[in-house]
Nanobody, 115 residues
Framework: QLQLVESGGGLVQPGESLRLSCAAS????????MGWYRQAPGKQRELVAS???????NYADFAKDRFTISRENTKQTVYLQMNSLKPEDTAVYYC?????????WGQGTQVTVSS
């Protein structure tokens, strides 16, 4: 019902920017709360940001000053603009779609911030 594919990850230096994209297919996208999560090695997966079907956003404390989540329902795509990246942002970033009791996950995209 909802398939998610992330892209846009890569290797960047501290202070640089990256824009992640999550391409969704399926009829549920317009109704789903979409989110970006990340998981660093040896750590729990954590919420980065989320956006509801009505475009209400929520950010983790570490993300609110630097990251921006957005969605384009006509393109069935959700974005995460990441600015001023820090080494501690290094993680696999996952796209999530939540609808009712259902959760859908993408395969993840690696973001590495290093000199």
């Amino acid at each position: 019902q909802l398939q998610l594919v992330e892209s846009g990850g890569g290797l960047v230096q501290p202070g640089e920017s990256l824009r992640l994209s999550c391409a969704a297919s399926g009829r549920l996208f317009s109704y789903a709360t979409m989110g970006w999560y990340r998981q660093a090695p040896g750590k729990q997966r954590e919420l980065v940001a989320s956006i509801t079907a009505s475009s209400i956003t929520n950010y983790a404390d570490f993300a609110k000053d630097r990251f921006t989540i957005s969605r384009e329902n006509t393109k069935q795509t959700v974005y995460l603009q990441m600015n001023s990246l820090k080494p501690e942002d290094t993680a696999v970033y996952y796209c999530n779609g939540a609808w009712a009791t259902r959760n859908y996950w993408g395969q993840g995209t690696q973001v590495t911030v290093s000199s």
